[in-house]
């Protein structure tokens, strides 16, 4: 039996670099201008250090998190990412000037936030009154605890009863202990709950090992409908209640 429904955020709630049009009309720029930028002015004040080989530190831990991040299954707190790029250029930093760059990243996406998907406020509050939700989604650069406010800031906060981000789990989607942490705070058994999202490989075969159901959610993205072994896909939110009704038989 259906008890429960699980929610990815990015590309599933929320348009994935949908505030990239707001920065640039606010001539600021991009996130990923913007975070090494960051971590270069904050360097600049203590070491002399070539841009270039800043930014290309940059990219060798960004590319090392995220293999870390599809193959173990771990998605490492920013101040443990930067940290990685400090050692493999043998600066230090004081501890203040660090904390100032890890909150400009965490706070990037809440200050100036994405847009939501069309009609998720709608469908949410249809389907809270059905079944207990959760959120289940990886904390790739702003943490759980600023994503509770992004979320509460777009009045859908309310919507959920249970929350398992990835640096707060210790592990991230498709990994067991992500979908057990929300299923422990619905009341829940695994199986008894069903995965909406928008990848392949953390959304719904992650869910399929462990015996849940999982939908593929296309709205923002289509990451390989045409291939998918998800139970369904959905195209946009006013679809997802039918869905859930079909997969609840």
Not at 52 to 75: C, E, G, I, K
Not at 86 to 92: F, S, V
Not at 166 to 186: C, H, I, N, T
Request: net charge negative; proline share 4%; aromatic share 8%.
């Amino acid at each position: 039996m259906m008890k429960a429904v699980t929610f990815d955020l990015w590309d599933t709630l929320v348009h994935d670099d949908s505030d990239e049009p707001k920065r640039r009309a606010m001539n600021l720029r991009s996130k990923y201008e913007e975070r090494r930028h960051l971590l270069w002015e904050a360097i600049q004040r203590h070491h002399a250090i070539d841009k270039d080989l800043l930014w290309r530190a940059y990219d060798v831990a960004d590319a090392a998190f995220n293999a870390v991040w599809h193959d173990q299954h771990v998605t490492w707190p920013i101040r443990q990412r930067l940290n990685i790029i400090l050692n493999g250029l043998k600066i230090d930093l004081p501890e203040d000037e660090l904390a100032k760059v890890i909150h400009g990243h965490e706070r990037m996406e809440v200050e100036i936030p994405p847009d939501m998907i069309e009609g998720v406020g709608e469908a949410l509050e249809k389907l809270a009154k059905k079944y207990k939700l959760a959120i289940a989604s990886d904390a790739i650069v702003t943490p759980g605890s600023a994503l509770r406010e992004l979320l509460e800031g777009y009045g859908l906060k309310q919507y959920f009863s249970a929350f398992a981000f990835s640096d707060e789990v210790g592990r991230s989607k498709p990994d067991r202990a992500m979908f057990a942490y929300a299923a422990d705070q619905l009341g829940v058994e695994i199986n008894e709950m069903v995965h909406i999202g928008d990848r392949e490989h953390n959304d719904i075969k992650g869910p399929h090992a462990l015996g849940m159901k999982a939908v593929l959610f296309t709205a923002a993205r289509d990451r390989g409908s045409d291939r998918t072994t998800a139970d369904a896909v959905c195209r946009g939110f006013a679809e997802l209640p039918e869905i859930l009704d079909r997969l609840a038989v």
